[in-house]
């Protein structure tokens, strides 16, 4: 089992970086092997929908998630909303629609942001938004981060031992659902689902 954390931001020293590091640390702890997919490190190019064939950077990040069995998703808030470069990255997880199951189909993922105000949970609502849209399942834990800048040292350590706590408890929780939906073949059932939204397309459920 493979859980992958994508997040951080552009800045040196991020602290939704050192929150995504803890949670991929309580993936470990829980028995996962991990990736972790560095933004900053990254450098993804803009996605663009006209040449959307992925190369490079953008290949390593939509291969890598979709052989994900789980992921840690952590961003930055930003003026109310993820970030610029998150959002970049989930817009090129959209080639995977071509794929058979296609996007993140049945992939658990687990969901941090963090703020440098009091405010982190809108990040977390906007990810929740975009787990559904690529056909994913977002665990109930999440862990919004407010004030982040007190939370973590300049060397990424964490200060707030709840916190730290609470991030290695949701990369092990992905680690128990996702081991859940592995290893049960009924919670697989992408044809229903496409039959299900057939029928709510056609006023027929």
Same mark, same amino acid.
């Given at each position: 089992?493979?859980i ?18 803890? *949670?991929?640390?309580? !993936? ?7 990736a ?18 992925? !190369? ?26 993820i ?33 440098g ?30 004030? !982040? ?10 200060r ?11 990369? *092990?929780?992905?680690? /128990? ?8 073949? *009924?919670?697989? /059932?992408?044809?229903?689902? !496409? ?7 056609t006023g027929?459920?």
């Open positions: 089992m493979t992958v954390g994508l997040g951080g931001s552009l800045r040196r020293g991020s602290t939704s970086l050192s929150a995504l590091e803890r *949670a991929l640390a309580g !993936a470990e702890t829980a028995g996962a092997d991990t972790l997919l560095d933004l900053r490190e990254l450098d993804l190019p803009m996605f663009d929908p006209e040449h959307e064939e992925p !190369a490079g950077a953008a290949k390593e990040l939509v291969e890598t998630c979709y052989s994900a069995t789980g992921l840690v998703w952590s961003s930055p808030l930003y003026q109310g909303t970030s610029g470069a998150f959002k970049n990255a989930l817009d090129w997880l959209h080639v995977l629609g071509r794929r058979d199951p296609p996007y993140l189909h049945d992939k658990v993922i687990g969901l941090i942001s963090a703020a105000g009091t405010q982190g949970l809108q990040a977390i609502n906007t990810m929740e938004f975009s787990v559904r849209s690529l056909r994913g399942w977002a665990v109930p834990y999440v862990v919004p981060i407010a004030s !982040a800048a007190r939370v973590f040292a300049e060397d990424g350590s964490v707030d031992e709840t916190v730290e706590s609470q991030l290695e408890l949701l990369g *092990a929780e992905v680690v /128990r659902v996702a081991e859940r939906f592995a290893s049960d073949p *009924a919670l697989h /059932r992408e044809s229903e689902c !496409a039959e299900a939204a057939e029928r709510i397309l027929a459920g």
